[in-house]
């Protein structure tokens, strides 16, 4: 495998300011800090203030002053990789300050992920770690109480979640309150085995008197905020999309160009780009469905047979797992034959905390802490599972684990001799594109096991066509809920609890549901020129080890590595 030049960066400048770049990502947010395992920041939380916006903008404009004085005629390939993933994420960090979300956000945008999910992903290696832990809690107050704050001005500014989102975050706020002080999801931390049960048990019970003293008082007045100031105006479900609120137009350009990797494209380009994928799938959706359901005579009599018959459901939570399971070993074995560079980590399944599954995704992925004080892990939404569809099982498992995200993220964690904010700063174009690509390589090493299972692959990439469209739709175009669920419905086989949850997300999350295909298009685009001009000198696997051996690089650096590729080994 000719690799690109590996040796040490030399630029002196470009070592600074990537060191710096990752300090800075570690002081702001801490969360994501103490999720990695820096002890410094145990005792630390986020801060929303206009002083704070205002320190973090001139942070980032001064990183880009820097960024710009380095020379890039005088870069290694491998230096002019990190100069590019430098200007993204400083790019991506001036639009987010731009944006200003944080006024509006609610259901998957919102702020419950403090309460239900971050502490279940926190290792707490040793007392003091624990110690520092309870002095992070007592910050929850200020914390919420500046949420409330931020939120009433987006409100004055008529920039408002829809209602539909504001009652998911009411929902899970109230189920957590509703929860027992002895079961706070607060206290679910992943304590050392070193660390004294004795130790644990005192550490719970202060904790506890923080929470009921302190912290829940003030989720509940964040909580009666929402009801009382911001259910009354919140969007309806005519007016789901970011359009509708002031400077929403801009602010969804924005976003649809961070996440779709191309800087200049269009909500009608990418529009349009959805609707010719879906149109793609059909012939296929027919051609396997006749397999599973004899009789069928359209593409559309297939996708109601998977929408509607039993057999096409899970039994139970447990059968889902262990599908999970059983799927992603199986995936392990031909890896050889299509990588040389594999992950360290194990990957292991888990099913979503059950105090956030009512309004979670169906499945995700948290990479594992390069010290392996946490694996790589396969989160699996077990919520009301006779009603999930069990023909993703497959697919599903091959996109978020193996060949997918345990890959390409667990890499990206374990990559040596990289400036260390590269290991997590991430275009998500690329991660997704590979995620959604994994689905369609684990068809090529053979990996589904029967008809069903492939139904669920083209259900997937249909799935996923549907977002650009729907996206797009709702964000750009002015759709309505209705009109978008509708057509997701009638283009894929998603079942209609996932179809309402997957859709909110979307209004939530503006942008973010178009990076999968679009990434997937263009890893697939860039492995057909590679096919075409490299013959039979083509080898899948160094094809594959070069999208992945820089970690979760923006599109157009992963082209111009792949036009390296092909002259290094056209040779």
Known sequence: FLKQEELPMSDNQLIGLAEDFFQNSLDSPPTSAIMRGHKKYFDQIEELTEDQFQKEKEIVDTFIQRLNAIKKDNLTSREKVTHGMLEFALNSNKDSLL???????????????????????MFVPDSESADMLLKRLELYKRLYTQIAEVQKIGLENNRVATERNLLRTIDQLENYLGSSLEEDPLLLINFSPEISETFISDWKEKAKKIIDSNIRPTVLAYL???KSDHIPKGRSDEHSGIMWIDGGEETYLRALRKYTGHKNITVEEVHEVGLSEIERLKKEFFEIGENVFPGVSTPEEVLQKMQTEPSMRYESKEQMLQLAVDTIERAYKPLDQWFTVFPKSPCKVLPVPAESEQHAPPAYYYPPLPDGSRDGTYFLNTYKAETKSIF?????????????????????????DVPEFQKYVASTAFVEGWGLYSEQLANEMGLYSNDVQQLGRLGNDAWRACRLVLDTGMHGMGWSRDKAIEFFRSNSPIEEINAEIETDRYIAWPGQACSYKMGQLKIEELRRKAENELGDKFDIRYFHDEVLCDGGITLPILENKIKDFIQRHIV
């Open 99 to 121: 944006d200003r979300s944080w006024e509006f956000g609610a259901g998957v945008s919102g702020f419950t992920g403090f309460l239900i999910d971050y502490n279940q992903q």
């Open 224 to 226: 009666e905020q929402l």
């Open 392 to 416: 993703e099982a497959e697919s599903v498992a091959f996109h978020e684990a193996i060949p997918g995200h345990h890959l390409d993220r667990t890499i990206a964690v374990e990559l040596q």
